[in-house]
């Protein structure tokens, strides 16, 4: 999202577009050369300490169905109910609320499914502090590879033959402030990334796991999830999906999922907060 923007405006204020372009490309292969050294040294130290996949609970197909329902009726009432004040800088709160809302939602599947005990989920108390330690530093370790491909991706998109958007939420960061500022960095930072969590790596991938095999299902709950965030953003979030489903399946804690998921929101946030989108 803000690497989009910054592309934009090294083209607007540099020498040449095409230069500044290039210049932007072998930049984010740089940093993706960079990142996959990186992320072989976080692939080696995970698998020292952690050297096999957990085994997944079964989930009944049911439970999946009622979370794909329950979402659709969570965003839906949400649109219905947080949009209907109009522009204005609550409009960024807003439509983050309607992400918490459906989480709330196909949360509450979740936990049906759970049956009341939060380790089915991941969220046991045991070893949560080292699942925490664990996720936040692979997530610091992965994120030049991170940043270079969304660097690779940006570029690429701006060359495609159509205009692709990015998430609705993302443009109104320049009309928030104060309070609205405040309550959308708390929503897109704990709030939102701990119900993704709970969906895609509690509940979808137990689901597909305990199916499919582990590979195959955190491959494919990372697809799920990174279509779900849209075309623009869809490369840099599989891979991020992709470390999200290795941390919780070989962990066994979603506490190690949502520390990387909540730090990684957390930059991004910072930085389009911080006035790169107004430029």
Same mark, same amino acid.
């Given at each position: ?92 709160? $807003?439509?983050? *609320?309607?992400?918490?809302?459906? !989480?709330? %939602?196909?949360? =509450? #599947? +979740? ?56 998430? $609705?939420?993302? *443009?109104?960061?320049?009309?928030? !402030?104060? %309070?609205?500022? =405040? #309550? +959308? ?59 999200? *489903? ?9 506490? =190690? ?14 930085i389009l907060a911080s006035g790169l989108m107004s430029h």
């Open positions: 999202m803000m690497v989009a923007c910054l592309l934009r405006v090294g083209q607007e204020s540099g020498s040449g577009s095409d230069e500044t372009s290039l210049a932007f490309l072998f930049g984010g292969l740089g940093l993706c050369t960079v990142g996959v050294g990186l992320g072989f040294l976080a692939r080696h130290l995970f698998r020292k300490h952690w050297p096999r996949y957990r085994p997944s609970a079964p989930v009944h197909l049911g439970f999946v169905v009622g979370a794909v329902v329950a979402h659709g009726l969570g965003t839906m009432v949400g649109s219905a109910w947080l949009l209907s004040s109009g522009e204005g800088p609550w409009k960024l709160p $807003a439509l983050l *609320g309607i992400s918490a809302l459906s !989480g709330l %939602a196909t949360g =509450a #599947v +979740a936990w049906a499914w759970a049956r009341g005990n939060p380790g089915a989920l991941g969220l046991g108390r045991h070893g949560s502090s080292g699942a925490w330690a664990t996720g936040s530093g692979l997530w610091l370790l992965c994120l030049p590879l991170f940043y270079g491909l969304a660097m690779v991706w940006q570029w690429t998109l701006l060359h495609w033959p159509d205009v692709v958007s990015t998430q $609705a939420w993302v *443009g109104y960061f320049g009309d928030a !402030g104060g %309070a609205p500022l =405040a #309550v +959308a960095a708390l929503l897109g930072i704990v709030v939102v990334p701990f119900l993704e969590e709970v969906l895609f790596r509690g509940l979808l991938q137990s689901a597909l796991v305990s199916r499919m095999g582990a590979r195959s299902g955190i491959i494919l709950t990372a697809v799920l999830f990174a279509l779900l965030h849209g075309l623009a953003s869809f490369v840099p979030v599989l891979a991020l999906a992709l470390l999200l *489903g290795e941390l919780r399946q070989r962990t066994g804690s979603l506490w =190690a999922s949502y520390a990387a998921h909540l730090f990684h929101n957390g930059l991004q946030i910072a």
